[in-house]
């Protein structure tokens, strides 16, 4: 059964029905949420591709809370990948990122966080190696995040959780710790 994944029903008997949730941070790249096992000219297979659940390249979240995991996680990134990830809170509000781990290709595989929707917002700081600051904000509510990797080492990258929360004050200044 796929790992990155919840199974749900453990049998696998003819006529038994197995379902696959992605854990968070992860989609379904193949199979169906529901298998089961069937008969297939006189062979006990499923009824479907079995189900997949990868960390994908890019996205555009609009949920409260998440999780935005490096493609490849938990295992090594690909070489020469350039990924878009865009937050959007609830206006009025604002994006904490927390960096639960961070590890890329020092001086040459890099995550920018820019405090806007796209590529030409301002950028909040671009990361690589594992020195990256323990969370920050941003000062509006959308974030725009580029991971771009040349085409030689790759690491095991990251897994970053982002939050929607009020705006600090009426100054809006983009605040970070270290």
Partial sequence: MPINARRFGDSFQLGSSISVVCEEGFIKTQGAETIT???DNGQVMWSGLIPKCEAPCGGHFTAPRGVI?????????????SCEWVIEAEPGRSIKITFDRFQTELNYDFLELHDGPNLLSPVIGSFNGT???QFLFSSGSQLYLLF????????????????????FGSDNRIRKSV
């Fill in 37 to 39: 096992c069937e008969l």
């Fill in 69 to 81: 995991l490096s493609p490849g996680w938990p295992g090594y990134y690909k070489d020469s990948l």
């Fill in 131 to 133: 020195q990256v600051p």
């Fill in 148 to 167: 771009n990797t040349d085409n030689s080492r790759s690491n095991s990258g990251f897994k970053i959780y982002y939050e929607s929360k009020a705006l």
